[in-house]
């Protein structure tokens, strides 16, 4: 009896001093999830009316830690440092694409959880409008949840190509307003004064191109009026749309918050009431991941009363959180919210230019 008790008490030190080992070993890799780059493809495309190649690399996880690098490198070179990252088997460390925009593309491994991605082009990388980086939601339901996107412009940075908007018309709705404020940040930064900000620019960006715009407002007013019921707010944005037979897409853009701080990154929304409301949706999202730099929650359906009252082509967009801090200060800081108005105004421009049909 006396020898069960001691080889009990053994055993139970045993399997303490292995759980104690194992919490500990395991704190170094508690740092990050690790992504396993997956897949790496070019092609092709034209965006704003500039030739680009576009790199999409796959990636098993969301939300990939990418930074430009600060080493030194030729003009004609990107380097990006990976983190928390490793190889697929299959994953092809070095590509040559066809053509001459991008000569070579690799990708090595630094540690066993870092990677630094060259990209050697046939051009000047210099400017900052050469090239864009941002991420794309994978499949939800497949092994790549999250594409590293960037595009290599054969222009070299160069705009060439005016914006002509002549003849379109559309309808801004700035979220929220008057006696509704909307979300509020830590700071206590108003989600009503930061889509009146950014909408009102992005008026300024259209109307200089030449489209007519109709704002639901232009200043800190209630739609409706002040102490209407949610349901009659939102109507009068959907009348403002009415009123305008004209206008050939609805705008409405917003701040997100949840009640974890973590909650972070950009998405926009859609309902399939026409052929268009999808592709409008999915232009404005890859804009403001290009030009946010923030994590990309993706394009999502939603039955939201805006989306599904107005008769035109609508879209919802959410341009971050402002319960997350660090998000807060950005949608605060006025170059930010030019990067906001910029990226919505060239998505208007791309669907415009195709008339709301695929590319």
Not at 79 to 91: M, P, R, T
Not at 114 to 119: K, V
Not at 338 to 357: P, S
Request: with cysteine.
């Amino acid at each position: 009896m006396r020898w069960n008790v001691r080889a009990r008490t053994l055993l139970t030190v045993a399997a303490l001093f292995v759980c104690f080992c194992s919490i500990f070993t395991g704190t170094g890799e508690a740092k990050g999830k690790t992504h396993r780059l997956m897949s790496m493809e070019t092609q092709e495309v034209e965006i704003d009316g500039r030739t680009a190649v576009r790199v999409q690399i796959g990636s098993n996880r969301a939300d990939l830690s990418y930074a430009l690098s600060s080493r030194e490198h030729g003009d004609n070179e990107l380097v990006l440092e990976l983190e928390d990252v490793k190889l697929d088997k299959k994953f092809p460390q070095e590509y040559a694409p066809a053509g001459a925009i991008v000569e070579q593309i690799s990708v090595t491994p630094e540690g066993k959880r870092h990677a630094a991605l060259r990209i050697k082009a046939g051009v000047s990388l210099l400017h900052e409008d050469a090239y864009r980086i941002y991420t794309l939601p994978g499949d939800a339901h497949g092994k790549t949840k999250e594409y590293l996107v960037i595009d290599i412009f054969a222009d070299g940075g160069i705009v060439q190509e005016q914006i002509d908007l002549h003849g379109h018309t559309l309808v801004l709705d700035p979220g929220h307003g008057g006696s509704d404020s909307g979300a509020i940040g830590y700071s206590g930064l108003r989600e009503k004064d930061v889509t009146l900000a950014v909408s009102l620019r992005m008026e300024q960006l259209l109307r200089g191109a030449g489209a007519k715009v109709i704002m639901t407002r232009t200043e800190d007013v209630d739609v409706a009026h002040a102490g209407s019921s949610a349901s009659r707010e939102l109507q009068a944005r959907v009348d403002v749309s009415l009123a305008h037979p004209e206008a050939e897409l609805f705008l409405s853009v917003h701040c997100n918050a949840f009640t974890n701080p973590e909650a972070h990154g950009m998405e926009t929304y859609y309902y399939p009431k026409t052929d268009a409301d999808e592709r409008l949706a999915g232009l404005l999202n890859e804009e403001l991941a290009a030009a946010g730099g923030l994590y990309n929650r993706g394009v999502k359906y939603a039955k939201f009363y805006l989306l599904r009252h107005t008769e035109i082509p609508a879209s919802l967009v959410e341009l971050g959180f402002l319960s997350n801090p660090e998000e807060e200060a950005l949608l605060a800081d006025a170059d930010y919210q030019e990067k906001m108005a910029q990226a919505l105004f060239h998505a208007i421009a791309r669907y415009f230019d195709k008339g709301g049909e695929e590319k």
